[in-house]
């Protein structure tokens, strides 16, 4: 009976556990990395078609999204999920192969232009992805169930997203029985229409997450709907769009609640009637996903709104695009807007046009919403880039930059805290995972040393044997070797080369006199003028 780490250890994305127990092999997440990748995962233990069961806490593709990849290998086992998240998967899994169909046959495209005609493959196909979801078998919150002969879980609401759920997992061996507690990514409390986390009372070993694991969230709750508002109002009397790169699932759904209010306390006085587009297809089916599993996720507050019939996603002016027509008229109206579009942070999707047409425009404001993962086109806006590239074509930034504060789907350090203190005795093992290399070590350190947990932040391959308690292998950190892209021709190497001379050359230019440094400068900048026209 053991525990092996692979995937989102010391790092944010590709959350990823192996369980071999009761004569069985369980995968509890199977997630896609997206961002930046720091260290290498080792490969499972054991090949896809010897995978019994995969244990879904969430749909976020980050935890579910390399399950039809997982398939495509020769996976056939069932993979257990709450019902919201089923219903979530069914369209985000269809929706990132979808992705991966096109992103190959761009790169393919591309290159048979460079002269390197070799034919890329998608990671994974829609017949994969299709599969998937026939696979999945929906759970009920609160509910035991045995999976097999020595196999028991259940899910809790955890208040992260729609569906999203910790695992309490239950593993007999041997006459010997031992617990497991999954945290899945721990939610944000009085976050809007969503339950907030609940907590879980037993287990012998915990695997939660410390993505926010060094920050904490303002004492003060921000007033999103009087942030917005003053958004939204200081950019429509410009003349601009409000752009907001957001998360389809979930954080989408979270605007919508906030405009609503605005719109019916009137605080956009002088923009009453403004319209809202939401250009994104997923976006839109997970609306309705949201509609349809309200009696069972959504929080009192929202219940309430139901109860009085009236739709707390809702409001007129809320125009939902699905073609590329409809997205691409958005921008051909010259009326200020709202624009909700995916991705959320920038590196796909729809929200990358939304940019091109209002990233160089000063009365327009991009509005970010949500975390941004280092390596993301997000972050860079965020970080303060005075220019982007999008679709090969570099784009000045000069609209407004801002950001709802505070807004988060993830527990602060004290809520992550409050949660692991909730079980009424300590457990044997906390394992923390799911963040940034610094956060995952200063985390469990915390735990340790401020709070008296036996805590370990451990790296991709650890292995532990949950019934002597003891290491069977501990993981090393194994930087990810930088992957030059075979579609990079010869002479952009060329280029990049010279870019790192000219580098050199500047770093050495500081015995320069006055004179001949000014000089240096300007012919620099002269250079830059030229080829950035």
């Known amino acids: 009976m053991k525990l092996i780490f692979i995937g989102a250890d010391h790092e944010v994305t590709g959350s990823c556990h192996f369980i071999e127990a009761a004569g069985k092999n369980i995968l509890v997440d199977c997630g896609m990395e997206q961002g930046k990748d720091t260290f290498e995962n080792v490969p499972l233990p054991v090949s896809a078609p010897e995978i019994d069961y995969v244990f879904l806490t969430h749909a976020h593709v ?25 219903d979530l998967c069914s369209i985000m899994l269809r929706d990132c192969a979808h992705i991966q169909m096109q992103e190959a046959e761009w790169r393919s495209r591309k290159g048979k232009r460079t002269k390197d005609i070799a034919q890329l493959e998608p990671a994974y196909t829609m017949e994969d992805a299709e599969n998937t979801i026939r696979s999945i078998v929906p759970c009920n919150y609160g509910k035991e169930i ?14 992260h997203l729609l569906g999203s759920s910790s695992i309490e997992v239950w593993l007999t061996e041997k006459n010997v029985t031992k617990k497991l507690v999954f945290s899945g990514d721990i939610g944000n409390k009085d976050q809007p229409l969503i339950k907030d986390p609940q907590l879980t009372d037993s287990a012998d070993v915990v695997v939660m997450e410390s993505t926010y694991g060094d920050r904490l969230h303002s004492e003060e709750k921000p007033d999103y709907v009087k942030d917005l508002a003053e958004v939204l109002n200081r950019t429509f009397a ?60 959504y929080d009192e507050e929202a219940l309430e709104l139901i109860k009085k019939r009236i739709n707390p996603i809702t409001f007129p002016g809320l125009n939902l695009s699905i073609t590329t027509e ?36 000063e009365e327009s404001t991009i509005l970010f919403v949500g975390y941004q993962s280092v390596g993301t ?33 993830h527990a602060d350090k004290n809520g992550l805290i409050e949660w692991i203190e909730g079980f009424k005795e300590k457990p044997q093992k906390v394992f923390v995972v799911h963040g940034e290399d610094s956060v995952c070590t200063s985390f469990a350190k915390c735990l340790s040393q401020e709070h008296g947990f036996n805590s ?38 060329r280029l990049k080369a010279a870019g790192a001379r000219l580098m050199g050359i500047i770093v050495r230019a500081e015995g320069m006199t006055n004179k001949d440094k000014a000089k240096f400068a300007d012919q620099i900048n002269s250079l830059c003028d030229k080829w950035s026209r």
């Open 62 to 86: 980050d935890h579910s999204g390399n399950l039809p990849l997982l398939y495509s290998k020769g996976f056939r086992g069932k993979i257990f999920a709450t019902d919201a998240t089923a």
């Open 456 to 493: 370990y932040a451990p790296y991709s391959g650890t292995e532990y044997d949950l019934i002597s308690g003891n290491f069977l292998k501990e993981g090393l950190p194994i930087p990810v070797k930088k992957k030059e892209s075979t579609l990079v021709s010869d002479v952009y190497a």
């Open 146 to 159: 045995e999976v097999a002969e020595g196999i028991r879980i259940r899910f809790t609401d955890i208040g």
């Open 377 to 409: 086109t997000g972050r860079a806006i965020v970080d303060g880039a005075d220019q982007v590239r999008l679709f090969g074509e570099t784009i000045d930034v000069k609209a407004e930059i801002a950001q709802l504060v505070g807004l988060s789907g």
């Open 238 to 297: 410009r003349g601009g769009n409000v752009v907001i790169p957001s998360f389809a699932v979930g954080r989408t759904q979270e605007i919508l609640y906030f405009i609503r209010s605005i719109k019916k306390e009137n605080l956009v006085p002088a923009f009453p009637k403004f319209p809202v587009f939401v250009d994104s297809p997923l976006a839109v089916e997970a609306t309705e996903i949201f509609q349809k599993n309200q009696y069972d996720c």
């Open 326 to 361: 409809e997205s691409r008229a958005i921008n051909e109206d010259p009326e200020p807007k709202v624009i909700i579009s995916a991705s959320g942070m920038c590196d796909a999707g729809r929200i990358r046009h939304h940019l091109k047409h209002n990233l160089w425009r």
